[in-house]
């Protein structure tokens, strides 16, 4: 069992930059696909960004695409969102969770406490 710790959002202005972490505070997720989740108020919970067990590819959603990119260190057992350009629709809870395949936008498993990304127009 994976338990995953969200980490790196807050407040910031239309047009800022955040960099999210989720890294496994038990076991490990370095041989799996990853994604990225959010859910703004009011709204069922989005697929973000995926990436594959190496780092090798990455896939997005349509709203973040240019804007955000997806990596992660198997040395760390992390993976980071990058968050650039941020808008404020991009406000919402922020998770990590595993996915099952490369292209993939559901998630596997439990998820972490989330972490908070709130963008200001």
């Known amino acids: 069992q994976v338990q995953l710790v969200e980490s790196g959002g807050g407040l910031v202005q239309a047009g800022g930059s955040l960099r999210l972490s989720c890294a496994a505070s038990?076991?490990?997720?370095?041989?799996?696909?990853m994604g990225w989740f959010r859910q703004a108020p009011g709204k069922e919970r989005e697929f973000v960004a995926g990436i594959d067990w190496s780092g090798g590819t990455t896939w997005y959603a349509d709203s973040v695409k240019g804007r955000f990119a997806i990596s992660r260190d198997n040395a760390k057992n992390t993976v980071y969102l990058q968050m650039n350009s941020l808008k404020p629709e991009d406000t919402a809870m922020y998770y990590c969770a595993r996915v099952p395949v490369v292209n993939a936008r559901r998630a596997l498993g439990s998820w972490g406490q989330g972490t908070q990304v709130t963008v200001s127009s």
């Open positions: 038990r076991g490990t997720f370095s041989r799996v696909a």
